[in-house]
């Protein structure tokens, strides 16, 4: 059973940055598709980010392109969405999830595997 750890959220100022983390342990974090989803106050779940396994593939919803970037770090067990240039719009609790599909999943259905969410609050 995985168990996946977030941290890094916060308050910031619109226009501001922040950087997530997730831990993994338990299971083979580098053979997992990982990705970043939020969910605001009174809205659905819903994807913000992807990584493949071997971190050759990055897949961004249309709000975050160009703002957000995920990596990962096979050896550390960790994954990091860098988010610049927030909006009041990104307030949300960002959830890490980690799924065993080898093609890399942007549904929240298909992962396996979730974090207990980190806040992140943009004040405009």
């Known amino acids: 059973q995985v168990q996946l750890v977030e941290s890094g959220g916060g308050l910031v100022q619109a226009g501001g940055s922040l950087r997530l983390s997730c831990v993994a342990s338990r299971g083979t974090f580098s053979s997992y598709s990982m990705a970043w989803f939020r969910q605001a106050p009174g809205k659905e779940r819903e994807f913000a980010a992807a990584i493949s396994w071997a971190a050759g593939g990055t897949y961004y919803t249309d709000s975050v392109k160009g703002r957000f970037t995920i990596s990962r770090d096979n050896v550390k067990n960790t994954v990091y969405l860098q988010m610049n240039s927030l909006k009041p719009e990104d307030t949300a609790v960002y959830y890490c999830?980690?799924?065993?599909?080898?093609?890399?999943?942007?549904?929240?259905?298909?992962?396996?595997?979730w974090g207990q969410g980190t806040q992140v609050t943009v004040s405009a």
């Open positions: 999830a980690a799924s065993v599909r080898v093609i890399v999943p942007l549904t929240s259905y298909e992962y396996n595997y």
